[in-house]
């Protein structure tokens, strides 16, 4: 994003992503971070609170799938593991299309489109908690699961009417000893909520035994005190120049 540029943040969450964005493009830029949740709204409002950047954000609540801004407005548009969430995706991705402005970009940013490895030497273990996390997601998104939308969204992009468009995934990786922001996302995040128990109908006696005593954080096996504890988390980026 050029300095100077201005931008929309597609469900922007609690805003850590409309701050950064707005460092980027600096006080001459301008971001507008919209979500259709009025609490999400209030976190990324108390996230920019005393913040210098807040002075060129504009927070606002709105959906990705029609959006107020008239045609070819911004320089690009930000969308972070968001576009799963939408049930209408290439209607989104059509208005994200129209309020950019031609030669501006689109960013799509997908996280997990490979899954990622936050149990190592654990293969078998590891398959069967994320088999059973895309049945309880099927099962929340309908007939596919967040994790076959995360897979399609270059699909989505192409059926939105872009071409030019870009596939670049990162892998972020984190060693022993974690520090305190790392272990408390695999834990809560991940191992309490994602493989926590509303996966546990699609876990067999035995899957859920060997579940706990790897990832609760109380077990004496937890894997996460392991001194040769690794993980990699796959972040993809799908950019399509309008
Ligand atoms: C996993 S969070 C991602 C938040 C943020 N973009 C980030 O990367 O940290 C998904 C967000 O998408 C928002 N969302 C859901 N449906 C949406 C829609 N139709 N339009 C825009 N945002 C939507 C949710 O309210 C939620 O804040």
């Known amino acids: 994003m050029p300095p100077g540029s201005q931008g929309l943040d597609v469900g922007c969450g609690m805003g850590l992503y409309a701050l950064w964005l707005a460092s980027v493009v600096g006080p001459r830029g301008r971001v507008v971070a919209i979500d259709p949740s009025s609490e999400r ?22 959906s990705g799938v029609t959006l107020d801004e008239p045609d070819q407005h911004f320089d690009w548009v930000w969308c972070s593991d968001v576009l799963h969430h939408i049930d209408e995706a290439v209607r989104a991705v ?45 099962r929340e998104a309908g007939v596919r699961s967040f994790q076959e939308r995360r897979q399609r969204t270059y699909e989505t992009l192409l ?29 809560k995040a991940i191992f309490d909520r994602t493989w ?43 950019s399509a120049r309008v």
């Not at 709204?41 to 609540?61: D, V, Y």
């Not at 071409?163 to 990786?173: F, L």
């Not at 109908?201 to 894997?223: G, M, V």
């Open 94 to 138: 059509a208005e994200f299309k129209r309020v950019t402005r031609p030669g501006g970009t689109i960013y799509i940013k997908e996280s997990q489109v490979l899954p990622a490895l936050l149990l190592p030497g654990h293969l078998d273990l590891e398959r069967q908690l994320q088999r059973a996390d895309v049945e309880f997601q099927k």
């Open 41 to 62: 709204i209030a976190e990324s409002g108390a996230t920019l609170e005393n913040t210098p950047e807040s002075k060129w954000i504009t927070l606002r609540e709105g």
């Open 159 to 187: 059926e939105a009417g872009l071409s030019d468009i870009r596939v670049e995934t990162r892998i972020v990786q984190r060693q022993a000893p974690l520090d305190e922001v790392a272990k408390r996302y695999i834990q």
């Open 196 to 238: 926590g128990p509303r996966i546990r109908e699609w876990l067999s006696d035995a899957e859920w035994e060997e579940r706990c005593a790897i990832c609760e954080a109380e077990s004496p096996h937890a894997i996460l005190r392991r001194r040769d504890y690794y993980c990699l988390y796959p972040v993809t980026l799908f």
